[in-house]
T-cell receptor
Framework: AQTVTQSQPEMSVQEAETVTLSCTYD???????LFWYKQPPSRQMILVIR??????QNATENRFSVNFQKAAKSFSLKISDSQLGDAAMYFC?????????FGKGTRLHILP | DTGVSQDPRHKITKRGQNVTFRCDPI?????LYWYRQTLGQGPEFLTY????????KSRLLSDRFSAERPKGSFSTLEIQRTEQGDSAMYLC????????????FGPGTRLLVL
């Protein structure tokens, strides 16, 4: 079974600092996609960043970047210059068949 | 592009009652997905459609749950004889059938069964 593990239930970071959220996954597929989704309090889930497994280059979206270690099955999210609006639940996820498998999430607090 | 919409946003019901939720996907998105998210957990897949065809159902989808997408546009998720364990956020997502892999989520319907 495909699984996604987020070992940090909660994290805090000072505004303007950098934080890294960890994620490991398990899959038997050779071609797959990995995602980080953000779910702000009482607001809908939005895609932060996406990584295609066959691409060796780490994905980057503005202040968000990933460290994709395929052999280690690790997919961490780095948020640079943290802002108050980054406070949310962050879910790491992988795609199996046409379904998204989510981790349990990491709640990120931004300290002013 | 108005995004995925869901109705109602909140529903409180008594145990044993039936409830129905609606999801309107992004226009021209052929694939539509339902997920369930319980408190403190990530969303879990329930079922998905390609146009009007229901292609897969999770083991989580008991016989009391039924989903439809009759004209390949909006979808409904019905829960019969609700139980307290059905209390959760029900999320809908959609995407086009191109290779583009991103699913776009709606705001969810939060169900509370008393």
């Amino acid at each position: 079974a495909q699984t996604v593990t987020q070992s940090q239930p909660e994290m805090s970071v000072q505004e303007a600092e950098t934080v890294t959220l960890s994620c490991t996954y398990d899959t038997s597929e050779s071609d797959y996609y990995l995602f980080w989704y953000k779910q702000p309090p009482s607001r809908q889930m939005i895609l932060v960043i996406r990584q295609e497994a066959y691409k060796q280059q780490n994905a980057t979206e503005n202040r968000f970047s990933v460290n994709f270690q395929k052999a280690a099955k690790s997919f961490s999210l780095k948020i640079s210059d943290s802002q108050l609006g980054d406070a949310a639940m962050y879910f790491c996820a992988s795609k199996r068949d046409d379904k998204i498998i989510f981790g349990k999430g990491t709640r990120l607090h931004i300290l002013p | 592009d108005t995004g995925v919409s869901q109705d109602p946003r909140h529903k409180i019901t008594k145990r044993g009652q039936n409830v129905t939720f609606r999801c309107d996907p992004i226009s021209e998105h052929n694939r539509l997905y339902w997920y369930r998210q319980t408190l403190g957990q990530g969303p879990e897949f329930l079922t998905y459609f390609q146009n009007e065809a229901q292609l897969e159902k999770s083991r989580l989808l008991s016989d009391r749950f039924s989903a439809e997408r009759p004209k390949g546009s909006f979808s409904t998720l019905e829960i019969q004889r609700t139980e307290q364990g059905d209390s959760a956020m029900y999320l809908c997502a959609s995407r086009p059938t191109s290779r583009q892999e991103t699913q776009y989520f709606g705001p969810g319907t939060r169900l509370l069964v008393l």
